[in-house]
């Protein structure tokens, strides 16, 4: 049982990373649009509620990626419009991914501190 939540977590984000990879190779779309489009078909998806069955079937294959991150704010809206009403469009989506905002500003603020950037010749 264990394999194949494995085998799944892996075919669905190795799928993630092909489809990103392919449009790297064969479009003029830049890294950072790709990764913009992933969190707002995250969001998209999570909003009319397709991506929730996708996490349920791949686990972190489906959450971990930008996609997964686009489907929390989604839900965190959600669920704050539920709890909050017209304010939770406001505060939803950041109080629901607060812990992984954090994260990333501490390990950037780590980077930063510990190794120089080298400029681009």
């Known amino acids: 049982m264990d394999f194949m939540m494995y085998l799944k977590a892996f075919l669905v984000g190795g799928a993630f990373c092909v489809i990103a990879q392919i449009l790297i190779d064969k479009t003029k779309l830049t890294p950072a649009r ?7 078909c995250g969001v998209i998806l999570g909003g009319i509620g397709v991506y929730k069955p996708l996490i349920d079937f791949a686990g ?16 965190g809206v959600k669920s704050a419009v539920d709890e909050k009403g017209l304010l939770g ?5 950041l109080s629901a991914s607060a812990a992984g905002i ?9 980077a930063a501190v510990f190794f120089r950037g080298k400029r681009k010749k």
């Open 102 to 110: 954090c994260a990333a500003l501490f390990f950037g603020l780590l």
């Open 89 to 93: 469009v406001l505060t939803g989506g």
């Open 34 to 40: 790709i990764l913009v489009a992933y969190v707002v």
């Open 60 to 75: 972190c294959g489906a959450a971990t990626p930008l996609t997964g991150f686009g489907y929390l704010i989604a839900d």
